[in-house]
């Protein structure tokens, strides 16, 4: 069970998309001076060596974030978050920061951090990063259950990050149910979805399933390397944004458009409203 590390997958341009909308989030919830908090529910390590073993092998990373390194002309929302990773990678060379590393830089002094992970690995180096951080708390716990019993937070403000793995089928039906459950407890908050394109109709079929809980208000943003699905590997990356800013979908929309032009070419992109609010 748990065998997925995402230090194959470190900077990919799955990495890309999930990135730079916990960026865009959690820029905004940072204008007001009222603190949030920010919860995730597989937080992996948090921090990445890129000359590693598992990221040389895949080499997932030049097509992610190595891509827009290279790149000139980005929209602000992309350039906001390369800018930030190079801040990481300056202090750290050759590492690529985890949404945990993220979250934790754009945090400010009276915001907090609520951290899970289960593999055993990945949760002893997660502590260990944060160790000195008193904003953060990190538990090496099934993250629905826990973040379940953490929401909703005492200042009514938070961002919840839920982003599996998806390597168990059974994972796609399961964060449905969980995600019902957070949202019973937490209707303001705002929860930031990840999802792969690997299996469409498995995918599908999830979406579908969170579009007829009856939550209001879902934004939802894709890139695809292709339009067929078909091909093996994960041939698109998502993510599903419930309660969004009212700016995200024309800031994320500006950046995905981009990607598919100027980087990845031939595939396609989407920024809809998805359930109305």
């Known amino acids: 069970m748990l065998s997925y590390r995402h230090a194959f997958h470190a900077g990919n341009y799955a990495d890309v998309i999930k990135h730079a909308t916990l960026v865009a989030l959690i ?26 073993a598992e990221a040389t092998k895949t080499g997932e990373y030049q097509q992610g974030f190595a891509s827009l390194a290279r790149a000139s002309g980005l929209p602000d929302c992309l350039q906001r978050y390369v800018s930030l990773i190079d801040t990481c990678q300056q202090s750290n060379p050759g590492h690529y920061p985890g949404s945990p590393r993220i979250a934790s830089l754009l945090a400010r002094q009276q915001d907090q951090l609520r951290l899970c992970e289960l593999h055993s690995a990945d949760s002893q180096k997660l502590a260990s990063l944060f160790s000195r951080d008193k904003r953060v708390q990190c538990f090496a716990h099934d993250g629905y259950e826990k973040i379940i019993s953490l929401l909703p937070p005492a200042c009514r403000r938070g961002l919840v990050m839920i982003d599996p793995s998806y390597e168990v089928k059974t994972e796609y039906l399961l964060l449905v149910r969980q995600l019902e459950k957070m949202v019973r407890r937490f209707a303001t908050g705002i929860y930031a979805i990840w ?17 007829n ?45 981009w990607l598919s032009t100027q980087v990845y070419t031939g595939g396609y992109w989407r920024a809809d409203q998805w359930v109305d609010e």
């Open 27 to 52: 820029d905004y919830l940072a204008l007001k001076d009222k603190p949030f908090v920010y919860y995730e529910t597989h937080a992996g390590a948090g921090n990445y060596d890129l000359a590693s």
């Open 195 to 211: 999802y792969p394109v690997v299996d469409e109709r498995r995918t599908e079929d999830m979406l579908d399933a969170i579009a």
């Open 213 to 257: 809980t009856g939550i209001k208000n879902i934004q939802r943003f894709e890139l695809g390397l292709t339009r067929d699905h078909q091909q093996p590997g994960m041939t698109a990356t998502g993510m599903l944004i419930i309660n969004p800013p009212w700016t995200l979908k024309d800031t994320l929309g500006e950046s995905l458009r």
